[in-house]
């Protein structure tokens, strides 16, 4: 029975449909014709009992016999004897002849009806029952369900085309969510760090507005003011860039193509010892490369790799690691260094743009480096994640998708 049901679910939705026809119209045949051969049976019986001679000319003539008698032929004209008919006799005979036009309509419709009944049940249904509430799912924004339907027909193909537009519109409706959570996120960070510039600019504005018309602020003072709003007017300067950088990731596609593995490798280790070199810090670089070419977007990737390099640069107290590594359809950038490493809440907001726990001494450092990395990782199909080395200091992964 298993295997019957696997192969019903198996068939062309055509051949079910063609299937259903020929067993309807095969079994209505047969009924058909016991049906008529049962009611000309009864036709003839009644025919026998009440039949009369007429001569020929008269009218209610209906049956016609030819009778040879020698050489001549002789016509013979019978008359079915309605008037000495019982009433009984009379109903079955019109029920008889009624029988013959309309039951071979009656049985044929009714057998392809059932046909058409058990076709849906049994095929139809199911699988249209679970478009309909996934349909009504997603309408409803709805997509926590999986839509599963076995079979190989039209019906479950459907059913599975279904289920991956689900799918391809859940992670849609996911990433659409995320890319709102960050621009919130942004937006409040960026009107948060904005408030101190324009609170000093304000207050020495107004220090200037009341003292310097009256001289009671020395030439000394005032240039100091000055520098000092110069300052807070760069640093909102800074802002203005760093958020423009930060709201055009949204627009950025990965462009891939092929990259030669070894060159695109010396590049970044040319980079990495040159940067550690002015910075006073041994590099440690190394690489395991099973796949060549790369394919990557090259610019995307140097970014990252850049911009992991500058945070291990800016923490580390003696060296650095960088670490290579390409298998199958991955590419990996993990760059470690000996610093403080990251605390627990650095593990879980690093990330985060704005990120208030990343400074600097020279200038202003605004937490969009690992940000713009994560960001970056994940429109290339990858990811970026944080740890700190067992030996001491902190270590970041970056994982491409190639």
Same mark, same amino acid.
């Given at each position: 029975?298993?295997?019957?049901?696997?192969?019903?679910?198996?068939?062309?939705?055509?051949?079910?449909?063609?299937?259903?026809? /020929?067993?309807?119209?095969? @079994? !209505? %045949?047969? =009924? $058909?014709?016991?049906?008529? &051969?049962?009611?000309?049976?009864?036709?003839? *019986?009644?025919?026998?009992?009440?039949?009369?001679?007429?001569?020929?000319?008269?009218?209610?003539?209906?049956?016609?016999?030819?009778?040879?008698?020698?050489?001549?032929?002789?016509?013979?004209?019978?008359?079915?004897?309605?008037?000495?008919?019982?009433?009984?006799?009379?109903?079955?005979?019109?029920?008889?002849?009624?029988?013959?036009?309309?039951?071979?309509?009656?049985?044929?419709?009714?057998?392809?009806?059932?046909?058409?009944?058990?076709?849906?049940?049994?095929?139809?249904?199911?699988?249209? /029952?679970?478009?309909?509430? @996934? !349909? %009504?799912? =997603? $309408?409803?924004?709805?997509? &926590?369900?999986?839509?599963?339907?076995?079979? *190989?027909?039209?019906?479950?193909?459907?059913?599975?085309?279904?289920?991956?537009?689900?799918?391809?519109?859940?992670?849609?409706?996911?990433?659409?969510?995320?890319?709102?959570?960050?621009?919130?996120?942004?937006?409040?960070?960026?009107?948060?760090?904005?408030?101190?510039?324009?609170?000093?600019?304000?207050?020495?504005?107004?220090?200037?507005?009341?003292?310097?018309?009256?001289?009671?602020?020395?030439?000394?003072?005032?240039?100091?003011?000055?520098?000092?709003?110069?300052?807070?007017?760069?640093?909102?300067?800074?802002?203005?860039?760093?958020?423009?950088?930060?709201?055009?990731?949204? &627009?950025?596609?990965?462009?891939?193509?092929?990259?030669?593995?070894?060159?695109?490798?010396?590049?970044?280790?040319?980079?990495?010892?040159?940067?550690?070199?002015?910075?006073?810090?041994?590099?440690?670089?190394?690489?395991?490369?099973?796949?060549?070419?790369?394919?990557?977007?090259?610019?995307?990737?140097?970014?990252?790799?850049?911009?992991?390099?500058?945070?291990?640069?800016?923490?580390?107290?003696?060296?650095?690691?960088?670490?290579?590594?390409?298998?199958?359809?991955?590419?990996?950038?993990?760059?470690?260094?000996?610093?403080?490493?990251?605390?627990?809440?650095?593990?879980?907001?690093?990330?985060?743009?704005?990120?208030?726990?990343?400074?600097?001494?020279?200038?202003?450092?605004?937490?969009?480096?690992?940000?713009?990395?994560?960001?970056?990782?994940?429109?290339?199909?990858?990811?970026?994640?944080?740890?700190?080395?067992?030996?001491?200091?902190?270590?970041?992964?970056?994982?491409?998708?190639?």
């Amino acid at each position: 029975m298993g295997a019957l049901k696997k192969w019903y679910r198996s068939i062309p939705l055509w051949c079910a449909i063609f299937l259903f026809a /020929a067993a309807a119209l095969i @079994a !209505a %045949s047969l =009924i $058909s014709n016991r049906v008529i &051969d049962a009611a000309y049976a009864g036709i003839s *019986q009644i025919n026998l009992r009440y039949m009369l001679m007429q001569q020929a000319g008269e009218d209610g003539a209906d049956t016609v016999y030819q009778s040879l008698d020698g050489e001549k032929a002789e016509l013979i004209y019978y008359k079915l004897d309605l008037d000495g008919m019982p009433d009984t006799e009379v109903r079955h005979y019109l029920m008889y002849r009624t029988t013959i036009r309309v039951a071979p309509v009656l049985i044929y419709a009714a057998f392809l009806l059932a046909a058409a009944l058990i076709l849906y049940y049994t095929k139809l249904k199911r699988p249209l /029952a679970l478009l309909f509430t @996934a !349909a %009504s799912k =997603i $309408s409803e924004n709805d997509f &926590d369900f999986s839509l599963d339907y076995a079979g *190989q027909d039209e019906m479950a193909k459907l059913c599975g085309a279904f289920e991956q537009m689900r799918a391809a519109l859940e992670e849609s409706n996911r990433r659409m969510r995320q890319m709102i959570d960050e621009r919130k996120q942004l937006n409040d960070a960026y009107t948060h760090d904005i408030r101190t510039p324009i609170a000093v600019l304000k207050g020495y504005t107004g220090i200037l507005t009341k003292f310097l018309p009256t001289g009671q602020l020395s030439p000394e003072k005032v240039l100091t003011t000055v520098t000092t709003m110069e300052s807070h007017v760069e640093r909102l300067e800074q802002f203005a860039n760093s958020m423009n950088t930060a709201q055009k990731l949204a &627009d950025v596609v990965p462009q891939k193509e092929d990259i030669a593995a070894e060159d695109f490798a010396a590049t970044l280790r040319d980079s990495a010892e040159l940067l550690s070199e002015r910075h006073g810090l041994a590099c440690d670089f190394t690489e395991t490369l099973q796949t060549d070419p790369l394919y990557l977007d090259g610019r995307a990737v140097t970014q990252v790799f850049e911009n992991l390099l500058g945070n291990a640069l800016r923490y580390a107290r003696t060296r650095i690691a960088v670490h290579l590594e390409s298998a199958e359809n991955v590419f990996l950038i993990r760059i470690s260094d000996d610093g403080r490493g990251f605390t627990e809440r650095e593990l879980q907001t690093a990330v985060q743009p704005y990120y208030s726990g990343e400074t600097s001494e020279n200038g202003y450092h605004f937490g969009l480096g690992l940000y713009i990395s994560r960001t970056l990782c994940e429109k290339h199909g990858g990811s970026l994640w944080l740890e700190n080395r067992n030996a001491g200091g902190a270590m970041v992964t970056a994982q491409f998708a190639m």
